[in-house]
């Protein structure tokens, strides 16, 4: 392992930076833990006279612990305590790192179904 692989798993193993997670390819049952790196840039942009603030969620994941990440894959993010607090669904793909170390992955929060509502109602 070179120094820059050693320094990327410093970076995921520090408890402020990255956080616990199941990674299921294909958002299927089955998962592997992993640490993820929650971002969410935020920029401003300007068209035709216009200023739009565009939000965007990313994750970096180590390609060490995910090799192909793709869309369509389920991220469980759990807390301190291994529970689960927010599940992301990865819809887009982003840059890899030029060590070929991290890859950047657009997501997006699953919206837990609510339990008062009736499936059968339209």
């Given at each position: ?7 990327v ?13 199941i990674w ?99």
């Amino acid at each position: 392992m070179d120094a820059f692989a050693m320094g990327v798993d410093a970076i995921f193993d520090d408890p402020n930076l990255a956080i616990d997670a199941i990674w299921r390819a294909g958002g299927g049952s089955d998962g592997v833990s992993v640490r993820v790196i929650r971002k969410t840039p935020e920029a401003v942009v300007g068209l035709a006279g216009n200023q739009f603030d565009l939000d965007a969620m990313l994750i970096d994941i180590r390609l060490s612990e995910v090799a192909v990440p793709a869309k369509g894959d389920a991220v469980d993010l759990l807390d301190d305590d291994g529970e689960l607090t927010e599940t992301l669904l990865v819809i887009g793909m982003g840059k890899i790192d030029t060590r070929r170390l991290v890859r950047t992955c657009e997501v997006s929060a699953v919206q837990p179904d609510d339990p008062d509502e009736d499936p059968d109602e339209p």
